[in-house]
């Protein structure tokens, strides 16, 4: 009977409802949240669980970017569960796993109550996480274009980016609020907790969300023709080399713009700037904001003139403008500073929206999420994990605050060839009937 529904559902040409793309774009928050909320509170981390000091916090980015290498394992390893056995398991599984690791990270001892170990214990459950996270996002993104009608795939699959940013936003404003009504002892000593017990309960109420979403209908016609591939892997590896070429490319962008120019920003702020941590944590905050804002119209933007266009233009805008918007941040002048961090966010808003379609598109149904695993989470534990840390350690050793500005630039020229010999993807508007 079930099978039977699935084929009166693809034969009239319906997708998936829209209660099952709300979930889906919007539970990614949570995920996001409990994702980036190590970054935003990597200052407070730094001293609870590595003794504080500028060695801590760079120990601490450090091992950011470490668990960030589990992302493309994760991704595979969830690409191949989502490819062979659907989509809507694949989520489940992942937000089931990044429950268990928020709660876990909200029990852990501190470096005063354990030593060393709680800092191990730390990026454990940091690398669980990322292993989490690298299922998550191109599952998201798999099933939102899969979902839309053709001529809203734009609009719809950067719903995934939004609300990550959305995340984000969620995670930078907690953050800001506990640093600010508990700084002192408080905070180091139980007050950097809350914020993680409130992303395990979401994460919680996220996994029983998603138990009531319909299956991709992409995965649904594979199955009814019996294309589903049985190693996803092996597919992906022979018939879309390019395409993985492609999606590493559109990611190393989005990557750098993002890690760099938005998740750097509140410790570059409170090292370089002379920003307070609470400070630096509100204007973070609202700059997650812009990003929430552009997203969505980048991704209508798409809709209309092509995927091929707006990432170009995104490109030669993230090579021209970081390196002068971190040199304005590390002035001190309030104005400056957030007119830098504002043009930065939309930087990495509109290049997280036109490539999460972009991305999606390199591929067909069967293996796209194995392709987006080997293209895109590749790029990202390349280009993002390994980002601040290293944007943290260029200021440190050249001392200048430029240098993560260059860092952008040289990524954006080193892309745009492949952008402009790349094809376009947008499907082609039919003419009325």
């Given at each position: 009977?079930?099978?039977?529904?699935?084929?009166?559902?693809?034969?009239?040409?319906?997708?998936?409802?829209?209660?099952?793309?709300?979930?889906?774009?919007?539970?990614?928050?949570?995920?996001?949240?409990?994702?980036?909320?190590?970054?935003?509170?990597a200052?407070?981390?730094?001293?609870?669980?590595?003794?504080?000091?500028?060695?801590?916090?760079?120990?601490?980015?450090?091992?950011?970017?470490?668990?960030?290498?589990?992302?493309?394992?994760?991704?595979?390893?969830?690409?191949?569960?989502?490819?062979?056995?659907?989509?809507?398991?694949?989520?489940?599984?992942?937000?089931?796993?990044?429950?268990?690791?928020?709660?876990?990270?909200?029990?852990?001892?501190?470096?005063?109550?354990?030593?060393?170990?709680?800092?191990?214990?730390?990026?454990?459950?940091?690398?669980?996480?990322?292993?989490?996270?690298g299922?998550?996002?191109t599952?998201?993104?798999?099933?939102?274009?899969?979902?839309?009608?053709?001529?809203?795939?734009g609009?719809?699959?950067?719903?995934?980016?939004?609300?990550?940013?959305?995340?984000?936003?969620?995670?930078?404003?907690?953050?800001?609020?506990?640093?600010?009504?508990?700084?002192?002892?408080?905070?180091?000593?139980?007050?950097?907790?809350?914020?993680?017990?409130?992303?395990?309960a979401?994460?919680a109420?996220?996994?029983?969300?998603?138990?009531?979403?319909?299956?991709?209908?992409?995965?649904?016609?594979?199955?009814l023709?019996?294309?589903?591939?049985?190693?996803?892997?092996?597919?992906?590896?022979?018939?879309?080399?390019?395409?993985?070429?492609?999606?590493?490319?559109?990611?190393?962008?989005?990557?750098?713009?993002?890690?760099?120019?938005?998740?750097?920003?509140?410790?570059?702020?409170?090292?370089?700037?002379?920003?307070?941590?609470?400070?630096?944590l509100?204007?973070?905050?609202?700059?997650?904001?812009?990003?929430?804002?552009?997203?969505?119209?980048?991704?209508?933007?798409?809709?209309?003139?092509?995927?091929?266009?707006?990432?170009?233009?995104?490109?030669?805008?993230?090579?021209?403008?970081?390196g002068?918007?971190?040199?304005l941040?590390?002035?001190?002048?309030?104005?400056?500073?957030?007119?830098?961090?504002?043009?930065?966010?939309?930087?990495?808003?509109?290049?997280?929206?036109?490539?999460?379609?972009?991305?999606?598109?390199?591929?067909?149904?069967?293996?796209?999420?194995?392709?987006?695993?080997?293209?895109?989470?590749?790029?990202?534990?390349?280009?993002?994990?390994?980002a601040?840390?290293?944007?943290?350690?260029?200021?440190?050793t050249?001392?200048?605050?430029?240098?993560?500005?260059?860092?952008?630039?040289?990524?954006?020229?080193?892309?745009?060839?492949?952008?402009?010999?790349?094809?376009?993807?947008?499907?082609?508007?039919?003419p009325?009937?």
């Open positions: 009977m079930a099978m039977i529904a699935a084929h009166q559902v693809l034969s009239s040409g319906a997708r998936v409802p829209r209660r099952s793309i709300a979930i889906a774009a919007f539970s990614t928050v949570v995920e996001w949240y409990d994702f980036t909320l190590y970054l935003y509170l200052t407070v981390l730094s001293r609870v669980f590595f003794g504080g000091g500028t060695a801590s916090l760079a120990m601490t980015l450090g091992g950011f970017a470490l668990a960030y290498l589990m992302r493309p394992l994760g991704a595979v390893v969830f690409g191949h569960i989502g490819d062979r056995f659907g989509r809507r398991r694949m989520m489940l599984l992942s937000m089931a796993l990044m429950t268990a690791a928020m709660l876990a990270t909200a029990m852990l001892p501190t470096h005063a109550q354990a030593g060393p170990t709680a800092g191990w214990l730390l990026l454990l459950l940091r690398c669980i996480m990322a292993f989490s996270v299922g998550e996002y599952g998201v993104v798999a099933y939102l274009l899969e979902g839309a009608r053709a001529e809203r795939r609009l719809l699959t950067s719903l995934a980016a939004a609300a990550s940013e959305v995340g984000g936003l969620l995670a930078a404003g907690v953050s800001a609020l506990v640093v600010a009504l508990l700084a002192g002892p408080a905070l180091d000593t139980w007050g950097w907790r809350i914020p993680f017990l409130f992303g395990a979401l994460a109420f996220v996994w029983i969300a998603r138990s009531t979403m319909a299956e991709s209908p992409d995965f649904v016609q594979q199955e023709q019996g294309t589903v591939p049985a190693s996803p892997l092996r597919h992906t590896l022979a018939h879309h080399r390019r395409g993985i070429l492609r999606g590493f490319a559109i990611s190393a962008l989005g990557s750098i713009t993002y890690y760099v120019g938005i998740s750097y920003v509140p410790a570059f702020l409170a090292t370089v700037g002379g920003t307070g941590e609470a400070d630096a509100w204007l973070s905050t609202a700059a997650a904001l812009v990003v929430v804002i552009v997203t969505p119209l980048v991704g209508a933007l798409s809709d209309r003139v092509g995927r091929k266009p707006v990432l170009m233009g995104v490109c030669i805008g993230a090579a021209l403008l970081p002068l918007m971190f040199t941040m590390a002035g001190g002048s309030p104005g400056l500073v957030v007119l830098g961090a504002f043009v930065l966010a939309g930087i990495g808003g509109a290049v997280s929206a036109v490539g999460a379609v972009a991305t999606a598109e390199q591929f067909p149904g069967e293996g796209r999420l194995t392709g987006l695993a080997l293209g895109v989470t590749s790029a990202t534990a390349i280009f993002g994990g390994l601040p840390w290293l944007a943290h350690l260029a200021v440190e050249s001392g200048s605050a430029i240098a993560p500005g260059l860092m952008i630039m040289v990524v954006a020229l080193a892309v745009l060839p492949v952008l402009a010999a790349m094809g376009e993807t947008r499907p082609m508007r039919q009325p009937t």
